[in-house]
């Protein structure tokens, strides 16, 4: 199939290179994109178009996977572009967020399927799990675009939003509990008791210190995606009448490691450090 992803970032670039890997055509819209994305797409062997109007003549599915913040404009631009296949929102997003992109795509005569994506970019050996929400025959099509591949698609018996639920969960999780951990250590520098908060791991919680590590070097790099996906992960706890200040608070947390982006050699200490003022 033609597959126009909407943008070639590091997740997006590796699902790409999956389907140009199972025998499918990914196109690609360079403008505005940076040096990296690029990159990227011309690594994997991505079809470079114009524009998004050029990119969806022919296409059968529009594959968007970007920040959060950007969804509804990625989608609002297939909309206008007059996209009337198979759009997947694989991004971070809320319920309703997913919900009001299908509304935008639809709108315009597309047929919307839900994704929510858990794990790394497939490169190497690495696997991520693809969550799959809709009408069954979309789904399915989307299923097959990935089937014998390091993407393992799970599809949902729920309707638009579920596949984002399920994302919005385990991030909330994951990602929530790293920034409060990062914070919590934040907090014991700036009170100078880091030898005790170190003796009291190491005694009644002696995971806690390689934890601390893989939360300040794996999260720094991407803070920056981060912060509007606690956003969205708060957004959707209150939705269903629970409290949003975790997700928020994360937000915050990842919002002052917005410097760190894309880094590659990170010391977990100036990470922690720079959450103080």
Aim: contains cysteine; negative net charge; glycine residues 10%.
């Amino acid at each position: 199939m033609r597959v126009l992803l909407l943008h070639p970032g590091a997740m997006g670039s590796s699902l790409g290179a999956v389907l140009m890997a199972n025998g499918h055509e990914v196109r690609w819209v360079g403008a505005y994109r940076s040096e990296a994305t690029h990159r990227r797409a011309e690594a994997d062997g991505f079809t470079a178009m114009d524009d998004v109007a050029t990119g969806v003549k022919g296409a059968e599915v529009v594959l968007s996977v970007c920040p959060p913040e950007f969804a509804d404009d990625v989608a609002r631009q297939a909309a206008d572009a007059g996209f009337t296949g198979l759009f997947v929102d694989a991004n971070a997003v809320s319920p309703d967020s997913a919900r009001r992109v299908a509304s935008t795509v639809t709108g315009a005569g597309a047929t919307m399927v839900d994704g929510g994506i858990i794990g790394p970019p497939v490169r190497g050996d690495a696997r991520n799990l693809l969550y799959l929400s809709g009408d069954a025959t979309p789904v399915a099509t989307v299923a097959r675009l990935f089937a014998d591949t390091p993407v393992e698609t799970v599809v949902l018996d729920a309707p638009i939003g579920g596949a984002s639920a399920t994302k919005m969960a385990f991030a909330g999780w994951t990602k929530g509990s790293s920034a409060l951990l990062l914070a919590v250590r934040a907090m014991a520098n700036a009170e100078g008791v880091t030898v005790g908060l170190d003796h009291a791991w190491q005694t009644m919680l002696p995971h806690l210190p390689e934890q601390l590590r893989r939360a300040a070097v794996g999260s720094a790099p991407k803070a920056w995606r981060f912060e509007a996906e606690m956003g969205e992960i708060a957004a959707t706890m209150g939705s269903v009448g629970l409290p949003t200040g975790f997700h928020e608070a994360a937000a915050d947390v990842y919002g002052r490691l917005a410097e760190f982006r894309d880094s590659t050699d990170i010391n977990p200490d100036d990470v922690v450090e720079r959450l103080t003022p």
